[in-house]
């Protein structure tokens, strides 16, 4: 038996996978022009086949094939001969194409003769690989003219029988390369090389696709011609004396220095085929020998091309030394992370032509090659380079050929910019090889005409905040500057009242490049200090005083203001020593400003003239090694900033701005300015106004607002029939919009994106009016007036579009660095190669990319700082505050996107070693951060999880589980149950305990306001925001909303839900008595319809318990009409409570009532589940009860159980509290046992109409009867659901959601009924 | 990376006519106005040579005009 090749085995197991296709098939196709001899074809086609065994060789066996040759005589090639109109060749050749081979009962040639007119054919030979390659096509072409012009003679060919076959290849390469289990084997030998060489390669490359991988390539290809010029290719004949590489070495670091620029990977493999024909003897054979190397190259740090090319040199050296091993089998054995979406390994090849050209002359023909693939390509690369050298008398021509690009990936202009690029990096890395090619600009020539910098070209004279500001005063004095829901205060009350005070702090000493720090909340007072602190020429540094004092201290030490401004409120809150403290509403205070002057300081009132250089403002902001940093910000940039606002924002004398950020935060600044620094008014709200939520909407209405300022998500608060003002400039700021976020929004409102650092006062770019699908990243916008913007590469090189940098700012809004921090500030603020001599920009962390129409889009950060409700948080911030933790050995903070898809921050901990507890960080950090630096959830870990190179391996951290209350309690009463639901599903957790603190888990005031939805659909309970504030966890709530409720959980009839005007639903219990079960139909049902639970005697007291279900149900009717005094009624049963139902139904039946509605949830006539006291000794009802809660019967040593034990086993893991003792316990086992008792001994009457059954589908024991047998007791029509769970599960969340949605269009046609 | 931060590249300390200083990476031509105060050095050295040697973040043109008010006006052109 003959074996296949390795190559061929794997490419027979590929199409076997498959299944028929054309991917394999190599067309040999050639217009024939004059007079054509088709008998003589004929007969050398077949010449052909007889000569080479492979071409009449099939492939036979199912799990190990083998080659089956046919004998020569009983071969022959197949053909279709046929006439073609000239337009349509093209058409039917890639149909022929596309026809597949089946290689177990067809050889794997097949020829095709179309006529297109007479002496005008076209002649394809198709092979499979399985039998070709490339260089086969050299043997193919000779053999057939030789063979043709015998047959024309009518003889047969004289050719020298071929020295061997490809059967014989085959077996030679087995005994070659030997076994792979031999160690020695040259098999074993290579195949270690490879593996050692291509440890860990990168699953698929990156590139600036124009379309994002799809999960399944579809392998559609498209061609691209590519010409690399003479100029160049002498160059790099000239590298070749120099460097001793080849051609191909240089063409391929050139290639994989492109690809690393544009696609910024540093790991890059690039595919190359080798001819494999290492014998002479098998030149003249046709056969699959051509195998494909893997060349693996490192480009990260900054090597120049040279070294570059010496690496590729030696890699290149190295992979030929070890080419025997077919590159099938080199997948097989590296099982990289197979994948539909790419090929494996590499997914760039490149081939440098150098097989004789093929060109096959046949007597009297005039013969002409025609490519076939051209029209429908077909290739799992994502690009194939193919290049032919041009040559004439040994001087280089330069060189041509085509790019093969996957149509999934790549559009034709980018592959166009792709082919200029790296032309365009050939020639720079051929003339300057000694450059790091970090440092090649491969802009095309047209790209580098646009300015790199684009700037306004107008340059206003640099200003300082208080000429700004005395500007407006002397043109509208009398206009509004401040307006509040109670005042108004002027340009000139505002104006006299700061110079008061300016008077005051010059007076004390302060004056430019001083520091006053201003902790005082949004009112008219703070914006009187900031001016004030301006006008007497010092800086202003705002404090937030919620934040924790610890951080507020730091900030005062750290800035060393010579002054701090408060109020009499903010004096208690912040109480320092240090500076010295001015209460501006102190009376012996105001007294004084009352003497101060009200006009304004002038540079000779200060104690030295205040310049545009001078500092305007402090700004904290998260730092990276753990404690915050102050961006020091100058007046200089300032002015241009407000003439942008002026011209881009639409903002005037008219305008009404609202401040919306918190004054510690620069966005207060940006507010401030666009109002008071152009003329308009600032609008002040009360704090809770500003939560974002439909109050904000209706506030910014009654306050006319004309411009706010938002993070995306605090405009998704506003709903949006509640709205903003028609026509409000609505700027978002801090992180990328969600597109439906401006889609909802741009009708109505003028929606722009503003972005910019604190580090470039304030914004640094503002869009124009977005207006865009919902589709599009919303674009960060053009520059501000003197600001300029640059896209730079790892090699602070201009890149071009579509390709992602780093963004750097550079012009007058960069700001001065940070507050004492100078090796901070020289990292950040660095020198600008592209600006005036001596300039500086500064260096955003954000990268971006400049799309085909020029627009800027926001990426990603280049480092750790995440944006946490429009936050910047450095996350090395948190981790550093969490490692001073005395328990805390090591720690990792990672941002993770939660189900709303903002960003939270989870900290992975390693305690120390003999640290006795789990340290409680979220008080640890609430102390030293504020609540947006707070991590959502706590995850304790052993150790860190580390890649090979020692750093954190962040897919391996595990997903966070939260730090939820030690004791554990879970909900347990309806009420619990369906509030730990709905927090749950908001914070995007799978379960919440009832004294986990909803703020602590991630919520936030926008989450907060969805709870508060939430709970009023579901509870139909109006809930506060302070309430929920001051009950932050489930089982405050609870407490905070039934204080006017007397405990009503084991009455009879328990109120799950109440105040609706509908009908309402009656819920049975099941034999355990208790109906908090239920309560998960709440959140699913309309909170118009009251839901009861109807509950069973004897659980609150000692009382009489009724001796049949007749009984019952006679006294649970009672109780029923004193809630609803007639019908139509609903009704739902679990279990036993399914009985208990139908028996209630029955009865008001017979009292003449309507039943809208009877749903039983898997009970049925006379069956005692195991959990209703079908085996009724204590321990085992003891047992059925904690099912009842949820613990699995393993969980449980049944024997050893007391009530004693079940309450603490409840109390333990349940929280059960206040309702559920001792007493009640046994109670609950006493009523289990007497229900199992009722229900055997009863028989149900009739219920006239529909009922709904709902049946479990899982672990039902044998004895359980199928829901039909409610047939015996039903007059109507019975619809039966199947619910994917078991019995026990009937009432989990899941399944309840699940039958709420089957009932509730029932329910609703229920009608509403008298009360 | 971005080239400011390979912990084991080589840098320079640049500094400008306004006093300021600059961390740059070695591999990169150096900016016009600017001039090399340290290295090249490791990332470490050139930092701690900029924490040493730049003890005044203000620009020297607005020291200069703080410390002699008949001096030019900086930052108004």
């Known amino acids: ?1315 | 990376m971005n080239p400011f931060e390979d912990p084991d590249g080589q840098y320079y300390a640049l500094v400008n006519d306004e006093g300021q200083y600059s961390l740059w990476p070695a591999f990169v031509d150096i900016p016009a106005g600017w001039l090399v105060s340290h290295g090249p050095d490791v990332r470490d050295a050139c930092l701690a040579h900029i924490s040493e040697y730049w003890t005044d973040m203000r620009p020297k043109s607005l020291v200069d005009a703080m410390e002699n008010r008949d001096h030019s006006d900086p930052g108004r052109s």
């Open chain 1, 1 to 1315: 038996m003959i074996p296949l090749s390795h190559a061929q085995r794997r490419l027979w197991f590929l199409s076997q996978v498959e299944g028929p296709s054309g991917t394999w098939n190599m067309p040999f196709a050639h217009r024939l022009r004059g007079p054509l001899d088709q008998d003589a074809l004929y007969a050398a086609v077949d010449d052909v086949q007889r000569r080479h065994e492979v071409l009449r060789t099939v492939v036979v066996g199912d799990d190990e094939p083998h080659q089956m040759i046919v004998a020569e005589e009983r071969a022959t090639v197949p053909w279709d001969v046929r006439s073609v109109s000239p337009e349509d060749v093209l058409n039917v050749l890639g149909e022929e194409y596309r026809r597949p081979f089946d290689l177990a009962t067809e050889f794997p040639i097949r020829a095709s003769l179309f006529r297109l007119g007479p002496d005008d054919h076209v002649l394809l030979v198709m092979t499979h690989h399985i039998a070709c390659d490339g260089w086969s096509m050299v043997p193919l072409a000779a053999d057939l003219a030789t063979a043709y012009d015998a047959r024309l003679k009518r003889l047969a060919p004289a050719w020298d029988p071929l020295p061997v076959q490809y059967a014989d290849y085959a077996l030679w390469q087995r005994e070659l390369l030997g076994d792979a289990y031999d160690e020695k084997s040259i098999l074993a030998r290579q195949s270690r090389f490879w593996q050692q060489e291509l440890a860990g390669v990168p699953e698929a490359v990156s590139l600036p696709f124009d379309r994002p991988r799809p999960s399944e390539s579809s392998r559609q290809t498209a061609f691209l011609e590519i010409d690399i010029g003479a100029d160049v290719h002498r160059q790099l004949n000239t590298l070749i004396r120099d460097t001793g590489a080849s051609l191909f070495m240089l063409l391929h670091s050139g290639l994989v220095a492109l690809v690393s620029l544009l696609g910024g990977d540093t790991d890059i493999c690039v595919g190359a085929p080798v001819a494999g024909r290492t014998d002479e003897d098998l030149d003249g054979l046709i056969g699959f020998f051509v195998n494909t190397l893997v060349l693996r190259t490192d480009v990260s740090g900054h090597p120049s091309f040279y070294q570059l090319v010496d690496q590729v040199r030696q890699k290149t050296i190295s992979a030929y030394d070890h080419q025997d091993i077919p590159f099938e089998y080199l997948v097989e054995i590296l099982s990289p992370q197979r994948s539909l979406a790419h090929a494996p390994l590499f997914q760039i090849m490149l081939i440098l032509q150098n097989e004789p050209a093929t060109d096959m002359e046949l007597a009297h023909l005039d013969v002409e090659p025609v490519r076939v693939a051209a029209s429908a390509g077909n290739s799992a690369f994502d690009l194939s380079f193919s290049l032919w050298e041009r040559r004439g008398e040994d001087r280089p021509l330069g060189l041509y050929g085509f790019i093969e690009y996957s149509t999934d990936l790549f559009d034709r202009t980018s592959v166009e910019y792709l082919a200029e690029r790296w032309v365009r990096l050939l020639d720079i890395a051929s003339r300057t090889p000694s450059l790091p090619i970090t440092r090649i600009d491969v802009r095309t020539v047209a790209e580098c005409a646009d300015p790199v910098v684009s700037s306004e070209a107008r340059r206003r004279p640099a200003a300082t905040l208080p000429e700004l500001f005395q500007q407006r005063v002397h043109s509208s004095a009398g206009a509004p500057a401040v307006v509040t829901g109670a005042s108004t205060t002027t340009y000139g009350e505002l104006e006299d009242r700061a110079n008061r005070l300016a008077h005051l702090l010059i007076s004390r000493g302060v004056g430019p490049e001083d520091v006053v720090g201003i902790a005082i909340p949004r009112s008219v007072d703070l914006i009187v200090a900031v001016l004030a602190t301006a006008k007497a020429g010092a800086a202003f540094l705002p404090l937030d005083v919620v934040y924790p004092v610890a951080r507020i201290r730091f900030m005062l030490g750290d800035a060393r203001p010579a002054i701090l401004l408060q109020t009499q409120v903010t004096a208690e809150i912040v109480d320092v020593a240090t500076p010295p403290r001015l209460t501006i509403d102190a009376p012996d205070i105001v007294a004084e400003l009352t003497r101060r002057s009200a006009e304004a300081p002038r540079d000779t009132d200060r104690h030295s003239p205040l310049l545009p250089l001078h500092a305007a403002y402090l700004t904290y902001t998260s730092g990276s090694t753990g404690a915050p940093k102050a961006v020091v910000t100058p007046h200089a940039g300032l002015a241009p900033l407000v003439s942008s606002q002026r011209a881009r924002l639409d903002v005037s004398t008219d305008s009404r701005i609202l401040q919306f950020f918190s004054p510690s935060f620069d966005g207060s600044v940006w507010e401030l300015c666009m109002a008071l620094l152009v003329g308009g008014a600032v609008v002040l709200a009360e704090p809770e106004e500003l939560v974002p939520g439909p109050l904000l909407g209706r506030v910014a209405t009654a306050m006319r607002i004309t411009h706010v300022t938002l993070p995306p998500l605090a405009l998704s608060a506003i709903p949006v029939d509640v709205g903003l003002p028609p026509g409000t400039t609505v700027m978002l700021v801090g992180e990328a919009a969600p597109p439906h976020v401006i889609s909802q929004w741009s009708g109505h409102q003028r929606v722009i994106n503003v972005y910019g650092p604190t580090e470039c006062t304030m914004i640094a770019t503002i869009s124009d009016p977005i207006t865009a699908g919902a589709d599009d990243t919303p674009p960060l916008g053009d520059p501000v007036a003197g600001t300029q913007l640059l896209v730079l590469g790892r090699g602070l090189q201009p890149v071009p579009p579509g390709v992602v940098g780093e963004l750097y700012i550079t012009g007058s809004g960069v700001g001065r660095g940070y507050a004492s921090q100078f090796a901070l500030t020289a990292q950040r603020f660095v020198a600008c190669p592209y600006g005036p001599p001596g300039s500086r920009m500064y260096r955003t962390g954000d990268l971006v990319r400049r799309t085909a129409q020029g627009h800027l889009e926001f990426v990603g950060r280049a480092d750790q700082q995440v944006k946490i409700r429009g936050y910047r948080v450095e996350t090395g911030e948190v981790e550093a505050v969490l490692a001073d933790n005395p328990a805390v050995a090591q720690v990792a903070v990672v941002p993770q996107i939660d189900s709303m898809g903002t960003n939270r921050l989870i900290a992975y901990v390693v305690v120390e070693d003999g640290a006795e507890n789990e340290p409680n960080l979220r008080d640890f950090a609430r102390e030293r951060l504020p609540d947006y630096m707070l991590p959502a959830g706590v995850v304790f870990l052993d150790s860190l999880p580390t890649t090979p190179n020692g750093k954190l391996d962040r897919a391996a951290l595990p997903g966070p589980t939260f730090q939820t209350d030690h004791s554990g309690a879970l909900p347990a009463t309806p009420r619990e149950r369906i509030l730990a639901e709905l927090f749950a599903e908001l914070l995007g957790l799978p379960e919440v305990g009832v004294r986990d603190n909803f703020f602590e888990l991630g919520g936030h005031s926008m989450l907060a306001l969805r709870l508060i939805n939430r709970v009023r659909a579901t509870l139909g309970t109006e809930l506060t925001l302070s309430a929920l504030f001051q009950a932050p966890t489930v089982a405050d709530l609870v407490r905070r909303m039934s204080t006017d409720d007397r405990d009503t959980t084991l009455d009879v009839v328990v109120p799950l839900r109440e105040g609706g005007a509908a009908t309402p639903l009656f819920c049975f219990h099941p034999a355990g008595g208790l109906s908090w079960s239920y309560a998960g139909l709440l959140r699913h049902l309309d909170a118009a319809h009251p839901i009861y639970g109807v509950q069973a005697r004897g659980l609150a007291r000692d009382e009489p318990m009724p001796s049949t279900i007749t009984e019952m149900a006679a006294d649970y009717v009672d109780q029923l009409r004193r809630l609803q005094p007639t019908g139509p009624y609903c009704l739902l049963g679990w279990s036993f409570g399914a009985v208990v139902a139908h028996a209630v139904a029955t009865q008001l039946q017979e009292e003449g009532e309507d039943i809208a509605l009877l749903a039983l949830l898997d009970g049925y006539p006379g069956w005692a589940p195991a959990a209703s006291g079908a085996d009724d000794t204590p321990q085992r009802l003891l047992a059925d009860l904690l099912q009842l809660f949820g613990w699995e019967a393993a969980e449980l040593d049944t024997d050893d159980l007391t009530p004693a034990t079940a309450v603490e086993i409840l109390r333990r893991r349940d929280g059960l509290t206040a309702a559920i003792d001792e007493e009640r316990i046994l109670a609950i086992t006493r009523i289990m046992s007497r229900s199992g008792a009722l229900l055997r001994e009863f028989t149900p009457r009739t219920f006239r109409g529909d009922v709904v059954v709902f049946a479990a589908s899982k672990g039902q024991p044998a004895d359980v009867p199928s829901p039909e047998a409610w047939g015996d007791y039903v007059h109507g029509h019975l619809a039966v659901h199947y619910l994917d769970c078991t019995h026990e599960q009937m009432t989990s969340s899941a399944s309840l959601a699940t039958v709420a949605q089957v009932l509730a269009p029932r329910l609703k046609g229920s009608g509403g009924c008298e009360r």
